[in-house]
Nanobody
Framework: QVQLVESGGGLVQPAGSLRLSCVAS????????MRWYRQAPGKQRELVAA???????NYSDSVKARFTVSRDGAKNTMYLQMNSLNVEDTAVYYC?????????????WGQGTQVTVSS
């Protein structure tokens, strides 16, 4: 069974840092683009960062220069290093990936990890 599992969320003070991880598990043939989304209370889910299988990255304007997305192909893992966090970054962060498995190529979502920025 293919699944994505996020970890690394928590409570952090403003200006602090956190690193999120997203691990893809199961029988996976390949992973294409992986993405981080977030959803704050009362707001729509928004794309935060993406990384292709070749390592090309892009970011939303709100996190550019503060967040860094990376991936380890050998571990089927994507990371999000978040620096200079502010209260507006408080949200549930979701991992999203296009995976090829026995079921074909499908888009999967993780269950989300809560990030709270507060003093």
């Amino acid at each position: 069974q293919v699944q994505l599992v996020e970890s690394g969320g928590g409570l952090v003070q403003p200006a602090g840092s956190l690193r999120l991880s997203c691990v893809a598990s199961g029988t996976i043939f390949s992973i294409n683009t992986m993405r981080w989304y977030r959803q704050a209370p009362g707001k729509q889910r928004e794309l935060v960062a993406a990384i292709t299988s070749g390592g090309t990255t892009n970011y939303s304007d709100s996190v550019k220069a503060r967040f860094t997305v990376s991936r380890d192909g050998a571990k089927n893992t994507m990371y999000l290093q978040m620096n200079s966090l502010n209260v507006e970054d408080t949200a549930v962060y979701y991992c999203n990936a296009e995976l090829a498995s026995y079921r074909g190529t499908l888009v999967y979502w993780g269950q989300g990890t809560q990030v709270t920025v507060s003093s």
